[in-house]
């Protein structure tokens, strides 16, 4: 089958490497895809919110399924414009993204099936707001409603910090995501993350991830869209998983059902567990970035079974083989993310680390130009190792980086360290 992936980071890189493992892949095409992906895939340049150019270009390349890897394109109803073209898609519904897209409309699907999450408030103006918090006290958690970049959370440890947040909320720091507030208690505990596919009915368990949203050794400084990450999760024991099933997704998944919007795709289920229990921080309608590049690395060919199994809306006879493996991804960022920082530095050293079954330097924001390869974004490369144990894929993915000759580029050299 021909395959389009839309999306240009090292999500994608992770799922067209996975799929190309795949012989029901014959012609794999990603848009606009990146200078990694463009070693294993043809690149098309599309605009990937315009679901009407998607469309045409899946129509016109005889393409057989998509899979949307970004939030954006979802949020705007690309996968609806496919689907409506017959087009066979990856990917929730721009009503059904709503579960990342807006924070409140989550709030309020756990409100009608009853699943553990943070107690909480929205606001429109931000007097009451203000109010709310004064009320309240601190540490307390200020959220953007809206798709912020994975920047509109302030989980704030003083009152000032949390009313500073509400002033910038309201000003316009955040656009359009900030138009209304939610503001929800502190939660203590470990956080994971856990990655479920639904057809709209069934559920079927991707897999567990820990990532380290924060910039800093220790996870400290400021938060970027994620440094690291690993899989499995150890926070996630199979009791955990049974609980968070029970209690959270599948009553989410009968909800959305319940309400005409089905959830097809993936979810990704944000947790905070504190003695065996799971609580919801937040829904995300697609896989983790770099979460999926450790899920990709362990599941191979099979992610592309169960992608279309989903989208076919057959999971409740689709299963998966897990091995007992673990997985580790290193992000190396551009210097000064997630501030400002130069783009267009030349990385070298590539060569001397070829991708491996178990071994992949996924591109997350590279371009080729002539025969160098350099830096286009804040997060650049994916260093992926799989192993035994967490340790041998963490002691591989960390001789790969130390291969790589980017001189403008940082890593942390610290990622699986609560885990080991
Ligand atoms: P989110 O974008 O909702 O995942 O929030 C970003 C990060 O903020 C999460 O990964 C948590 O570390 C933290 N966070 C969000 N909500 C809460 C909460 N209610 N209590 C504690 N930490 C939170
Ligand atoms: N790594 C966190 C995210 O993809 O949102």
């Not at 059904?96 to 989550?106: G, I, N």
């Not at 035994?388 to 050299?413: H, T």
Request: aromatic fraction near 6%.
């Amino acid at each position: 089958m021909n395959i389009l992936i839309l999306g240009s980071g090292g999500r994608e890189h992770a799922l067209a490497w996975a799929a190309l493992q795949n012989p029901k892949c014959d012609r794999l095409i990603c848009a606009p895809g990146n200078a990694g992906m463009a070693l294993i895939a043809e690149c098309a340049a599309l605009d990937i919110m315009d679901g009407a150019a998607v469309a045409n270009y899946c129509l016109e390349n005889k393409i057989d399924f998509v899979i949307v890897g970004p939030e954006a394109p979802l949020a705007a109803g690309v996968a609806d414009d496919l689907r409506g073209a017959g087009i066979l898609t990856f990917g929730p519904s721009k009503a059904a993204a709503m579960l990342e897209a807006s924070k409140y409309f989550t709030k309020a699907v756990c409100d009608a099936c009853n699943a553990p999450t943070a107690a909480y408030e929205r606001f429109m103006q931000p007097e009451p707001a203000k109010t709310y918090i004064r009320a309240q006290g601190a540490p307390i958690v200020v959220k953007a409603d809206g798709l912020a970049a994975g920047k509109g959370v302030i989980v704030a440890m003083s009152e000032a910090e949390a009313l500073a947040a509400i002033d910038d909320m309201f000003d316009g720091s955040f656009g359009d995501a900030g138009a209304e507030v939610v503001i929800e208690e502190f939660m203590e505990g470990e956080e994971a993350s856990f990655f479920v596919l639904s057809d709209g009915k069934s559920v079927l368990p991707m897999g567990t991830a820990q990532d380290h949203k924060q910039v800093g050794e220790g996870d400290t400084g400021p938060n970027t869209g994620g440094m690291g990450a690993y899989s499995p999760a150890p926070v996630m024991t199979p009791e955990v998983v049974q609980k968070t099933l029970d209690e959270i997704v599948q009553p989410t998944i009968d909800e959305m059902a319940r309400r005409g919007t089905p959830f097809q795709g993936v979810l990704f289920v944000g947790l905070m567990i504190k003695d065996g229990q799971p609580r919801l921080v937040e829904y995300n309608v697609r896989f983790g970035d770099p979460e999926c590049q450790a899920l990709m690395m362990r599941l191979g060919a099979q992610a592309l079974d169960v992608l279309l199994a989903c989208a076919e809306g057959r999971l409740d006879q689709t299963r998966l083989n897990w091995a007992d493996d673990h997985a580790m991804s290193v992000v190396m960022a551009a210097n000064g993310y997630p501030g400002s920082y130069d783009k267009g530095t030349e990385i070298k050293g590539l060569e001397a680390v070829p991708p491996t079954s178990s071994l992949v330097v996924f591109h997350a924001g590279t371009t080729q130009d002539g025969d160098k390869t350099r830096a286009t974004g804040g997060r650049v490369l994916n260093v992926t190792a799989r192993g035994a144990s967490l340790q041998e894929a963490r002691d591989a993915a960390y001789a790969a980086v130390e291969k790589i000759d980017w001189p403008e580029g940082f890593y942390r050299k610290d990622i699986g360290w609560r885990a080991l």
